[in-house]
């Protein structure tokens, strides 16, 4: 019985929606730019089938400046393209911001998000940084 209840709970899993999803991630940054690790949480909004824009900020708490990035992000979507069951996503993506101790801040990702129900997934991001965490539908 357990079983068919956690079956029935992740199929109807959907890691990205399209037009109109809306999700947070909070997770660990475990490296990035020259400002080592530190906590990260970001929103994105859909605008089309494999289109989103969001924004976030990362904290970085490794270092002596105690630097930051607040900024906007973008991700193209590549499960629809790629016919990936709907709980996963596969998502490149690039971040363009206020980071504190260069002024800008540019970085570049490639992620992927596994939902294992309707508002809880995982992710991680890799690229010019190293992410882990939970996702959520909001």
Do not use: W
Not at 50 to 76: C, H, I, M, W
Not at 91 to 100: A, F, Q
């Amino acid at each position: 019985a357990i079983f068919i209840l956690f079956i029935a709970i992740t199929t109807q899993a959907q890691s990205y929606d399209g037009k109109g999803d809306s999700k947070i991630n909070v997770g660990y940054n475990i490296y990035g730019y020259e400002n080592g690790s530190g906590i990260k949480a970001t929103y994105s909004y859909g605008l089309s089938d494999q289109f989103s824009l969001g924004a976030g900020v990362t904290y970085y708490f490794n270092n002596e400046d105690n630097d930051y990035f607040l900024y906007v992000r973008a991700s193209f979507h590549l499960g629809p393209l790629m016919d990936l069951p709907p709980k996963l996503d596969i998502y490149p993506g690039v971040e363009i911001g206020y980071l504190s101790s260069q002024n800008i801040g540019l970085a570049g990702y490639l992620g992927i998000r596994y939902f294992f129900n309707d508002r809880i997934g995982i992710y991680t991001e890799i690229g010019s940084y190293g992410a882990i965490g939970l996702s959520f539908c909001i």
